[in-house]
T-cell receptor, first 114, second 111 residues
Framework: DGGITQSPKYLFRKEGQNVTLSCEQN?????MYWYRQDPGQGLRLIYY???????QKGDIAEGYSVSREKKESFPLTVTSAQKNPTAFYLC?????????????FGSGTRLTVV | EDQVTQSPEALRLQEGESSSLNCSYT??????LFWYRQDPGKGPEFLFT???AGEEKEKERLKATLTKKESFLHITAPKPEDSATYLC????????????FGEGTQLTVNP
């Protein structure tokens, strides 16, 4: 079955560490997105990419980095510069030019700073 | 700046008690309005897309409607399995494929 796979499901980070969240899709979707979800704050866009080797900052990109070397993969690195990284991270994908289909989301990664 | 506001933040219903969730939006050039359902600890699941004022979409006990300023998600005779957070999002004509999400309404349906 086609879908988006996020791993790991749970991740613990020590102060000063960089960690990378994985996102892989086999839907042949063009665009991929990373959102952060905090309680009571909805989803906020971190980065998105509409084509391989290109990506754009979202509303809260500081302290995060991404790459898009393959169409299927869009990993997110949470750097030590992100001061409050504890959150639920969601990856999504979509078909460009097909607005009506909306996004397909992964099952999320819950990151906790210890 | 695009704004999406959902109300209420939380809603408790008895099984069979119909109600509506609201999504108010401020967007210059709406390209689409989306409703998603999110269960705890999971990613959102796509429900509907609405494009223009007057449009309606239905799925089982859910019906979404759209005006020029807001959208409603009507839930008819809800069941406990309808308990979830319902998210609204908008796409603007000049924002490419980006969606702006509201903060969601947490719905609890008691048996």
């Amino acid at each position: 079955d086609g879908g988006i796979t996020q791993s790991p499901k749970y991740l613990f980070r020590k102060e000063g560490q960089n960690v990378t969240l994985s996102c892989e899709q086999n839907l042949n979707h063009d665009a991929m997105y990373w959102y952060r979800q905090d309680p009571g704050q909805g989803l906020r866009l971190i980065y998105y990419s509409q084509i391989v080797n290109d990506f754009q900052k979202g509303d809260i990109a500081e302290g995060y980095s991404v790459s898009r070397e393959k169409k299927e993969s869009f990993p997110l690195t949470v750097t030590s510069a992100q001061k409050n990284p504890t959150a639920f991270y969601l990856c999504a994908s979509s078909i460009l030019g097909r607005t009506g289909f909306g996004y397909t989301f992964g099952s999320g990664t819950r990151l906790t700073v210890v | 700046e695009d704004q999406v506001t959902q109300s209420p933040e939380a809603l408790r219903l008895q099984e069979g008690e119909s109600s509506s969730l609201n999504c108010s939006y401020t967007v210059s050039g709406l390209r689409g309005l989306f409703w998603y359902r999110q269960d705890p600890g999971k990613g959102p699941e796509f429900l509907f897309t609405l494009y223009s004022a007057g449009e309606e979409k239905e799925k089982e006990r859910l019906k979404a409607t759209l005006t020029k300023k807001e959208s409603f998600l009507h839930i008819t005779a809800p069941k406990p399995e309808d308990s979830a957070t319902y998210l609204c999002a908008v796409a603007q004509e000049t924002s490419g494929s980006r969606l702006t999400f509201g903060e969601g309404t947490q719905l609890t349906v008691n048996p």
